[in-house]
């Protein structure tokens, strides 16, 4: 499976096997504050162009928070790391998975670099695509913490943006077809195993996402026959199958708030209920999308906490 530098920085049933959020100039995206540091190469990989993304350029989770991230991966309540030390040099990369054009998958690939622990994270993210700065934001801060994190531009290149009218979702949400979408997760599973993590001691991953990327993470790991995955962290999925959990092995974090119409909670339950090994953690008062574009005080507060949860998670699943 190749993978080339990109040009520019910048279902009820299961499938067989494309609006940046602005957020002011304080907060451009991850792409913009990058430059081409070295070039590397893995078994199968064509000249994969390297960035190096220094933690004080770089936006913070949400515009919201008041104090910084802990980025350490190592964290005790005596640390003495310093969070921009931790987290001074992240890797990112635009990247290309595949070959040909029907083929080949985009994706954000996130590196850690002082404290890399040799594992990976695949972020499928939510109906605003893989440039969106609240998901670049997210997928850093979990590198920080020593993950290899990488993001896949599900929507070739299509994400649904904020300025359409809604009468036309639908109409855009049929275009991602679910074959399509479920062929390209797949692509950017085998090149981390077969390749990114080929020399790596662990070879262990896991899966996050968020809305739309939620939905495909219950698919994803319901196909996951060969145990590929050794945890997911399910943010607010929506259009999730219930009656998919009890072919999901690994252990899965479902995080959603009670006031989300479009992940009920009924659906988490049943999947809890379902799922092996999964846990359901349910936010009083919480609505859609809270843990990664929080939009009170309130939100913040429970996004810090859903994210120590998916921290602690990751570290027991992957690491321990």
């Given at each position: 499976m190749a993978a080339t530098a990109a040009a520019?920085?910048?279902?009820?049933?299961?499938?067989?096997?494309?609006?940046?959020?602005?957020?002011?100039?304080?907060?451009?995206?991850?792409?913009?504050?990058?430059?081409?540091?070295?070039?590397?190469?893995?078994?199968?990989?064509?000249?994969?162009?390297?960035?190096?993304?220094?933690?004080?350029h770089l936006p913070r989770q949400s515009r919201r928070f008041q104090h910084k991230p802990r980025c350490s991966q190592a964290e005790v309540a005596n640390s003495t790391v310093d969070d921009d030390e931790a987290c001074e040099l992240v890797r990112g990369t635009d990247v290309v998975i595949g070959q040909g054009d029907d083929d080949s998958v985009r994706a954000y690939l996130l590196e850690a670099v002082k404290n890399n622990n040799g594992t990976c994270v695949l972020l499928l993210s939510d109906i605003f695509g893989f440039e969106d700065s609240a998901t670049r934001d997210f997928a850093y801060r979990i590198s920080c913490h020593g993950y290899n994190v990488l993001v896949p531009d599900l929507f070739r290149g299509n994400p649904w943006k904020k300025s359409l009218p809604m009468d036309e979702f639908q109409a855009w949400l049929a275009e991602q077809g679910p074959e399509r979408v479920a062929g390209d997760i797949e692509?950017?599973?085998?090149?981390?195993?077969?390749?990114?993590?080929?020399?790596?001691?662990?070879?262990?991953?896991?899966?996050?996402?968020?809305?739309?990327?939620?939905?495909?993470?219950v698919e994803t790991l319901a196909r996951d026959a060969d145990a590929c995955f050794c945890a997911g962290v399910c943010f607010y999925g929506?259009?999730?199958?219930?009656?998919?959990?009890?072919?999901?092995?690994?252990?899965?974090?479902?995080?959603?708030?009670?006031?989300?119409?479009?992940?009920?909670?009924?659906?988490?339950?049943?999947?809890?209920?379902?799922?092996?090994?999964?846990?359901?953690?349910?936010?009083?008062?919480?609505?859609?999308?809270?843990?990664?574009?929080?939009?009170?005080?309130?939100?913040?507060?429970?996004?810090?906490?859903?994210?120590?949860l998916m921290k602690s998670w990751l570290h027991e699943h992957l690491i321990s």
């Open positions: 520019g920085a910048v279902c009820p049933s299961l499938p067989r096997l494309s609006l940046r959020r602005d957020r002011g100039a304080a907060c451009c995206s991850l792409a913009l504050a990058t430059t081409p540091q070295s070039t590397r190469l893995w078994p199968s990989v064509i000249s994969l162009q390297r960035s190096c993304c220094n933690a004080t692509t950017c599973r085998k090149w981390l195993v077969d390749d990114f993590l080929e020399a790596a001691a662990s070879k262990k991953l896991a899966v996050v996402g968020f809305c739309y990327g939620g939905g495909r993470l929506s259009r999730m199958d219930a009656s998919l959990g009890a072919r999901i092995a690994a252990p899965v974090l479902f995080v959603c708030g009670d006031g989300d119409p479009l992940c009920p909670v009924e659906t988490v339950r049943e999947l809890e209920r379902q799922a092996r090994g999964a846990k359901a953690a349910v936010y009083a008062g919480r609505g859609h999308g809270f843990a990664h574009r929080p939009e009170s005080l309130e939100d913040d507060g429970d996004a810090e906490n859903a994210f120590a």
